[in-house]
C-alpha cells in the first residue's frame, strides 16, 4: 500500500520526536494561522495551562503524549482499517476519513500480530455462537440483551452446574433474588449515588407511588437475607451464592457480542465473616479461583490489586480506617501466599478494595474476568451485625466474588479459547448418532437410549435422508466430540462405529465400551 511505503520512507529519517510545552493562547494562535478549525475546537475543550505539542521534523501537532523517540525505531508498518467517521461522533458534524495504523520495531513481530488478528477473527464468539446455535440478538428484544438457543442454555447450565458442586463443598449456600429491587435498597447501598445516572429509568407503581429498578447489583439483596434473622459468631463465615441476573444500561456503541452487554447473570457470592477470619476467608477464595481455572484450561493468569485513589477519595464510600483495613488484608494475604501481583490506584470498586484476576486466552490475550472485594461500608450502611463470644453485637466484614464475572463475558472468552471446540463434558451436545441409511434408525435410537438412560444425557440421533459424508460434516461444523455411526455391520454386531471430532479414523466400541469412555470424559 502506497500510505504504509511512504511512512516507510518517512520513517527511515530517523526524525526526533521532540515534545514542546507551550500556553494554551500560543497553541490557539499557532492553529489559527493554519487554519486548523478541527485543532482549536479540541483546544477550547482544554482547561487552561501548559499545552503540549509534537514535533517530527517539519511536522508539528497537538498532542498528549508520550512518543517513540526517533522514527528509526519502526520497522514495520500496516494500515489495519480506512473508515468514515463523524468528526467528535456527532452525525451532524462533517464526515472525516479515519486511518487505523500499526507499526512494529521488526517484521516478525508485524507477521505475529496479523497472524494473530487472522485468527480472532476466526475464533469471534459471535460468528461461532451463531454457527453453532447458541445464542442471538434481535432489535425488537433489546440491543445488548441475548437470547439462548437450547444449545447455547445446556453451555450456560453446564457451567452453573460445575460451579455450584464446586461451592457446595466449599460451604457456599445458593439463593436467589429478584430481577427488581426498592430505590431505597440502592440508595441504601450507595448504588444508587454511584450509578443512578447510568441505570435504567424507575418503575412506578401508580398506586403506591413506590419506584423499583432493575437490579443492577446482587450485594444488596444478599445484605438483606443475611439481615432477616440474628447470627451467632459461631454461624460465621456465611457464603451466600448467587447465579443472578443483572441489568446496566450500557451506550449503543459500546455493546460488543456476549463481552459487553445490558443484561448478565453473575457468578456472584458474598461471604459475611468476622474480622479475624477475612484473611483465611479471602486465601480460600484465591484457592478457589486456582482450582476451577485450571479445570477449566486457565493456567496461565495474572492478577492485580486495585486500590482507591488517593487523589479521589471522594469517589469512594467509606471511611479512612475502612479502606486502610481492607486494603491491608488483600496486600497481606497475597504476599503471605508469595503471589506476584500489580497494583493500580484508582480501580477499586467505590466500596472496597479487590484483586482482579486476568487470564490468557489460547492466543495470548488478556481478559480480566474474577474478582475478590473486600468490604467494610456495606455491612455498616444495613447495619449488619452478629452477636459475638463476649455477647455484645459486632459488625461482620464483607467479602465480594465472582470467578467468572459475567457468565455471557466468561462464555465469549471459552467460545474464543476453545474455537467452539468445547471438552465433552461442557459441550451442549457430547455426542451424536449418525445412521449410514434410514434402515438403521431403529438401531440408532436405541444406542441412543441406552446411553441417555445411563448418563442422564440427551444423545441425538441424524437419520436425515442424506449421505453419510454430509452427516460426518455437518456434525464436524457443529464441533460435536463424538460420533457414533451405525449400519449393518454395527447393528448385526451390537456396537457402534465411533470418530471423534478431529481425527479421520473410526473405532469400533460396544455401547458398553463407549459409555464408559464418556463417562471418563464427563468427569473434571
Not at 370 to 384: A, K, R
Amino acid at each position: 500500500m502506497k500510505v504504509e511505503q511512504k511512512m516507510l520512507e518517512l520513517a527511515k529519517k530517523g526524525l526526533q520526536n521532540i515534545r514542546v510545552e507551550i500556553s494554551k493562547k500560543d497553541a490557539a494562535n499557532y492553529f489559527q494561522k493554519k487554519g486548523d478549525q478541527y485543532k482549536l475546537e479540541i483546544l477550547d475543550g482544554l482547561a487552561d495551562g501548559t499545552i503540549t505539542f509534537y514535533e517530527t521534523g517539519e511536522f508539528v501537532d497537538l498532542c498528549a503524549g508520550p512518543h517513540i523517540p526517533n522514527t528509526a525505531l519502526i520497522k514495520a508498518i500496516k494500515i489495519t482499517n480506512i473508515a468514515g467517521a463523524y468528526w467528535r461522533g456527532n452525525e451532524k458534524n462533517k464526515m472525516l476519513t479515519r486511518v487505523y495504523g500499526i507499526s512494529f520495531p521488526d517484521k516478525i513481530l508485524l507477521d505475529e500480530y496479523v497472524s494473530n488478528i487472522e485468527e480472532a477473527k476466526k475464533r469471534d464468539h459471535r460468528k461461532i455462537g451463531k454457527e453453532l446455535d447458541l445464542f442471538y440478538f434481535d432489535e425488537e428484544v433489546g440491543m445488548g440483551l441475548p437470547l439462548w438457543a437450547p444449545k447455547g442454555e445446556a453451555l450456560r447450565q453446564n457451567l452453573i452446574n460445575f460451579l455450584k458442586n464446586i461451592q457446595r463443598k466449599a460451604g457456599y449456600q445458593h439463593v436467589a433474588s429478584p430481577h427488581i429491587g426498592k430505590k431505597e435498597l440502592y440508595v441504601t447501598s450507595g448504588h444508587y449515588a454511584k450509578y443512578g445516572q447510568d441505570a435504567y429509568q424507575p418503575i412506578r407503581t401508580p398506586a403506591e407511588n413506590e419506584e423499583f429498578f432493575l437490579k443492577p447489583m446482587n450485594c444488596p439483596h444478599h445484605c438483606k437475607i443475611y439481615a432477616s434473622k440474628a447470627k451467632s459468631y459461631k454461624e460465621l463465615p456465611i457464603k451466600y451464592a448467587e447465579f443472578g441476573t443483572v441489568y446496566r444500561y450500557e451506550q449503543h456503541g459500546e455493546l460488543h457480542g456476549l463481552t459487553r452487554v445490558r443484561g448478565f447473570t453473575q457468578d456472584d457470592a458474598h461471604i459475611f465473616c468476622r474480622p479475624d477470619q477475612l484473611k483465611e476467608e479471602f486465601l480460600k477464595v484465591v484457592d478457589l479461583v486456582n482450582l476451577v481455572y485450571s479445570k477449566l484450561g486457565f493456567s496461565e493468569f495474572q492478577t492485580q490489586i486495585s486500590l482507591r485513589d488517593p487523589g479521589n477519595k471522594y469517589k469512594y464510600l467509606g471511611t479512612d480506617e475502612m479502606w486502610e483495613l481492607a486494603e491491608k488484608a488483600i496486600v497481606e494475604a497475597t504476599e503471605e501466599r508469595g503471589m506476584k501481583t500489580t497494583t493500580k490506584e484508582g480501580e477499586a470498586a467505590f466500596y472496597g478494595p479487590k484483586l482482579d484476576f486476568i487470564v490468557r486466552d489460547a492466543i495470548g490475550r488478556k481478559w480480566q474476568i474474577g474478582t475478590i472485594q473486600v468490604d467494610y461500608m456495606m455491612p455498616e450502611n444495613f447495619d449488619l451485625q452478629y452477636t459475638g463470644s463476649d455477647n455484645q453485637k459486632h459488625r461482620p466484614v464483607m467479602i465480594h466474588r465472582a470467578l467468572f464475572g459475567s457468565m455471557e463475558r466468561f462464555i465469549a472468552l471459552l467460545i474464543e479459547n476453545n474455537a467452539g471446540k468445547f471438552p465433552v463434558w461442557l459441550a451442549p451436545i457430547k455426542a451424536i448418532v449418525l445412521t449410514v441409511s434410514e434402515k438403521f434408525e431403529e438401531y440408532a435410537i436405541q444406542v441412543a437410549e441406552q446411553i441417555n438412560n445411563k448418563l442422564d444425557l440427551e444423545i441425538e440421533v441424524d437419520n436425515r435422508n442424506e449421505k453419510l459424508g454430509k452427516k460426518i460434516r455437518d456434525a464436524q461444523l457443529q464441533k460435536v466430540p463424538y460420533m457414533l455411526i451405525v449400519g449393518e455391520e454395527e447393528m448385526n454386531s451390537q456396537t457402534v462405529s465411533v470418530r471423534q471430532r478431529d481425527d479421520i479414523k473410526n473405532k469400533i466400541y460396544t455401547i458398553e465400551e463407549f459409555t464408559n469412555e464418556l463417562i471418563q470424559n464427563l468427569k473434571l
